[in-house]
């Protein structure tokens, strides 16, 4: 690879970094002002709402952008507050199964309107079909190559409930 092509892919590196960062700023700031959750908390409503309501906790962990132990102590303040509920597992006594409490689904209606408003505005609304498609398969690239590759893209779930992605293989919770 020469220079110019070095350089190149590193300036799109530093753009999709502050890029991401901005938006996640900005995106918390709003849900905070308008809803009073953070992006963690509204990523923790959201999968378990796709994935029909609960998890378990380790599938959780593996589809949020939290480290388990974070995630521990963020589930710690949510079921304080209401938003969730955890149990153990009935087929595995050191399993954890976390589930939506009805507070957690008004809280994530309310919070989905406002986020996929926000993703309308600052990047749908910014972004071509034939960008978002060049996007979205380097980003798959990249992720495939990441360690784990095909395994944890497997733990991924995003859009509708109860929809998986074109070649998405359904994993058991």
């Given at each position: 690879?020469?220079?110019?092509?070095?350089?190149?892919?590193?300036?799109?590196?530093?753009?999709?970094?502050?890029?991401?960062?901005?938006?996640?700023?900005?995106?918390?700031?709003?849900?905070?002002?308008?809803?009073?959750?953070?992006?963690?908390?509204?990523?923790?409503?959201?999968?378990?709402?796709?994935?029909?309501?609960?998890?378990?906790?380790?599938?959780?962990?593996?589809?949020?952008?939290?480290?388990?132990?974070?995630?521990?102590?963020?589930?710690?303040?949510?079921?304080?507050?209401?938003?969730?509920?955890?149990?153990?597992?009935?087929?595995?006594?050191?399993?954890?199964?976390?589930?939506?409490?009805?507070?957690?689904?008004?809280?994530?209606?309310?919070?989905?309107?406002?986020?996929?408003?926000?993703?309308?505005?600052?990047?749908?609304?910014?972004?071509?079909?034939?960008?978002?498609?060049?996007?979205?398969e380097s980003l798959r690239r990249v992720r495939l190559a990441l360690p784990g590759g095909p395994a944890a893209e497997d733990a991924i779930a995003w859009?509708?409930?109860?929809?998986?992605?074109?070649?998405?293989?359904?994993?058991?919770?």
């Open positions: 690879m020469d220079t110019l092509s070095f350089e190149r892919r590193l300036d799109a590196w530093m753009s999709l970094l502050r890029t991401q960062s901005r938006l996640l700023d900005l995106m918390e700031a709003d849900l905070k002002r308008r809803v009073g959750i953070t992006i963690s908390r509204f990523d923790v409503l959201a999968q378990l709402d796709r994935n029909g309501g609960s998890l378990r906790f380790q599938r959780l962990a593996d589809a949020i952008l939290l480290s388990p132990s974070g995630l521990s102590r963020l589930l710690d303040r949510m079921q304080r507050d209401g938003l969730v509920a955890r149990h153990g597992h009935p087929e595995d006594a050191r399993g954890q199964v976390v589930s939506l409490a009805p507070l957690g689904r008004k809280v994530l209606a309310k919070a989905r309107e406002v986020h996929h408003a926000n993703v309308r505005k600052w990047f749908i609304d910014q972004v071509g079909d034939a960008e978002a498609e060049v996007i979205t859009g509708p409930a109860g929809q998986t992605r074109p070649g998405r293989r359904e994993v058991p919770g």
